[in-house]
């Protein structure tokens, strides 16, 4: 994610409309570096984690300027699943629309997948939806049932995907260039990528098992979101 980007996703999950910001352990060497300047305006509420990330100098300066910082041992879990449990425990009291997580798409492959799998956790944890943005993607997983899709704010990139992880998905969908009509998708059969958008301006999608949302965000038009 270019410095410039990433500056304006920050600007948009750590406005005044947050409710509570938080990094998984090595997340904060990330905010810290592309805040450089600004480090006191984008703190985050705590830092949680095995701590074997975040640099010395990083934890020093979150740790004077108030920051919670909880160690989460428990090597079962990903940083990242373990910082959304704790996330979810101190929220419990506020109304809140969704949770947007920053980072977590790109870099090494097996972190990425990590990322999903903690998706799949979330299920368990929430009902509120758990988004995942990086640079020009986002994913979220759809629960079992139907959902309702306002894809015409202009802030949409061109294409979408719909990936059934973990098990097979019987899937109908409208307002998709290639829609699908109880159709089976399962690794080995067909998974809908590179799929894009009838011009309706909503999509639809019913599916009977958790089914992996992923769509495109236009790069030009991110700062709009601040």
Known sequence: MSTKKAKSAIQLALSNSAVMKACADGGANQLYQITEGMQDRFLPDFIAGDLDSIRPEVREFYNAKGCEITKTPDQDFTDFTKCLSLLLKKLKENEVDAIVTLG????RFDQTMATVETLFHAKNMTSLPVLVI?????????????????????????????????????????????????QLLKFGVLVSTSNTYDGSGTVTVKTDQPLLWTMGIKKDQTDELI
């Open 104 to 107: 977590g798409l790109a870099g």
């Open 134 to 182: 990086q640079d020009s993607s986002l994913a979220c997983l759809l629960q079992p049932g139907q959902h309702i899709l306002k894809v015409a704010t202009g802030l949409e990139g061109e294409w979408c995907g719909l990936i059934p992880v973990g098990q097979s998905c019987i899937v109908t969908t409208t307002g998709l260039k290639w829609n699908l009509t109880n």
